[in-house]
């Protein structure tokens, strides 16, 4: 492992926590300035998107950035694909054939092998940012809507939860400075750069219906872009699965 841990970030780690986030958003009222990552070897009630429950089992990270970045609330979600980024460049280190696949999941070899989860609260500015990353180290849950892996399954050195958040913290915080300092452009050409099915039929479930369509990219927003025969359509939230 190369990495050092970054300045001017904090760090706790616990034994266990009902959630990540959830310590995160504990912290939100009394935590300094200053960025802090939060980690649990377990996770009682560990979640993911839309609700859904996360499973993050011994020797696997969970690990959550509480920050207060300084722009607009629409504005954090593009820090998802800076999280993207990062942590697809911290699986790297470790193994090869790493994706990152819309909206804000990292794959390898076509199995998902790590989640993110952004919180936060405010209408215009947000009053905080929560950050929730989990990466399947020693183990991955065998039955979930989407085919997972782990560093274990692929035959890969699997480091410690601590080493991984390292790893993840030294490179989050790397292209965060560059998205404050030049914006989303670069992040959107480096995320685009290592996604998953891009130029190839997708399928995106919204809330009450689905779509297919041609992977066209992401816009300046981030959203995704589905081209069809007549026309490319814009959407912002989804889950997507490959093939037509």
């Not at 993840?168 to 452009?185: T, V």
């Not at 981030?222 to 959407?235: D, K, P, V």
């Amino acid at each position: 492992m190369s990495a050092a841990w970054p300045p001017g970030y904090g760090r706790i780690e616990f034994e266990e926590l009902d959630s990540t986030n959830e310590e995160a958003r504990r912290r939100a009222k009394d935590a300094p300035c200053v960025p802090l990552w939060i980690r649990a070897d377990r996770q009682s009630l560990g979640r993911g998107r839309r609700g859904r429950s996360w499973s993050s089992g011994s020797g696997n990270l969970a690990a959550t950035l509480l920050m207060r970045p300084q722009c607009s609330v629409a504005q954090c979600a593009q820090l998802s694909f800076v999280t993207a980024i990062a942590a697809a460049h911290a699986v790297r280190v470790f193994t090869t054939g790493v994706e990152v696949k819309w909206p804000n999941d990292i794959l390898v070899r076509s199995r998902k092998i790590s989640g993110i989860l952004l919180e936060t609260a405010g209408r215009s500015v947000p009053e905080y940012l929560a950050i929730g990353v989990g990466i399947n180290l020693a183990t991955h849950p065998t039955e979930s809507l989407f085919p997972a892996t782990s560093l274990a399954a692929l035959g890969a050195t699997v480091p410690s939860a601590q080493e991984m958040l390292t790893e993840l913290a030294a490179n989050f915080a790397k292209w965060y400075e560059l998205w404050r300092h030049e914006g989303f452009g670069p992040i959107r050409a480096e995320w685009l750069a290592q996604a998953a099915r891009l130029g190839e039929p997708i399928r995106a479930r919204l809330a009450e219906s689905e779509v297919c369509g041609v992977f066209d990219g992401i816009d300046e927003s981030g959203a995704l872009l589905l081209r069809q025969e007549q026309h490319t359509i814009t959407i912002a939230a989804a889950d997507v699965y490959f093939g037509s």
